[in-house]
């Protein structure tokens, strides 16, 4: 029953998913079509160039398109591995100064006491630093980036779409601009973006909503207009065993890995 229901809710969003991947792609060949056919009908030469510019510049958004759809569902082998989570943040700081350039002051702090999370490091890291490039987007890179792990107890129904359980938390925080309650409650869409064309692709969140749910866990956001944002990754703990009841204190043991 509860299966089925996933299933159908599967379809009912990949159904949306396709339905607006084909509608732009149409509004995109509409304007190939319209141009190549108003370049046939224009006497000179300078209006020919401009319909065929503006044809050839359809046809490239449809090719972009397609490439972002190909890059969203290709299937990358996957390894995944036990994960220690204040590793898995601090080797990434290089990078995370590098790439956001020096207006944004990157802070780690952890809170974890040794648990583990089990996953595809590369796909954590590309999670990672999907969160920290649209922090420095709202933030015009200039502010604070606060990256915290921490382990959370969660009782039934305290997340949206995970059970009850042992989670890791990543939490990326910022002092950007912040969020409406309109936008936050379309982050997860694919292709959703309020970003200029060719800056955003609207898949950052979507595949990080993909990618936790896959694992098992679940993603919040926090957000205001001008309050900057957190968005919480909760992942599974990852026990050795098989999954048995959840301990009953906070395991103390230094990380072995
Ligand atoms: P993209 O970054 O390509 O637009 P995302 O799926 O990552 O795609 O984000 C979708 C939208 O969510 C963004 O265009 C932006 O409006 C909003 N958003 C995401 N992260 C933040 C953030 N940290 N602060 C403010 N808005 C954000």
Redesign the pocket.
């Known amino acids: 029953q509860e299966a089925k229901l996933r299933q159908v809710q599967k379809m009912d969003a990949l159904g949306q998913l396709t339905g607006g991947i084909a509608h732009d792609f149409n509004n995109m060949l509409a304007v190939v079509l319209g141009g190549l056919e108003l370049a046939r009908r224009t006497e000179t030469r300078d209006d020919m160039m401009r319909h065929l510019d503006s044809a050839t510049e359809g046809a490239q958004r449809a090719a972009a398109l397609t490439r972002r759809l190909l890059m969203f569902s290709r299937e990358e082998a996957l390894a995944p591995e036990t994960l220690v989570p204040r590793r898995l943040v601090e080797g990434m700081r290089d990078l995370l100064d590098r790439t956001l350039g020096d207006g944004v002051k990157v802070t780690v702090e952890d809170w974890t006491t040794g648990w583990t999370l089990f996953g595809d490091r590369t796909q954590m890291e590309n999670a990672i630093l999907?969160l920290a490039v649209?922090?420095r987007?709202?933030m015009d890179g200039r502010g604070k980036l606060t990256i915290r792990t921490a382990e959370m107890r969660m009782g039934p129904h305290a997340l949206p779409r995970a059970e009850a359980g042992d989670y890791v938390v990543l939490s990326v925080a910022?002092t950007?601009?912040?969020?409406t309650p309109e936008?936050i409650e379309r982050?997860f869409e694919p292709f959703?973006?309020?970003?200029p064309a060719g800056k955003?692709?609207?898949?950052?969140?979507?595949q990080i909503f993909g990618l936790v749910g896959q694992m098992g866990g679940d993603v919040t956001i926090q957000?205001a207009p001008g309050k900057g944002?957190t968005?919480s990754l909760y992942l599974p703990r990852h026990t050795d065993a098989a999954p048995a009841k959840p301990v009953e204190s906070p395991p103390t043991a230094p990380d072995t890995q």
């Open positions: 999907n649209n922090a987007d709202a910022d950007g601009e912040g969020m936008v982050v959703f973006t309020t970003k955003g692709t609207g898949l950052g969140l979507s957000s944002t968005v």
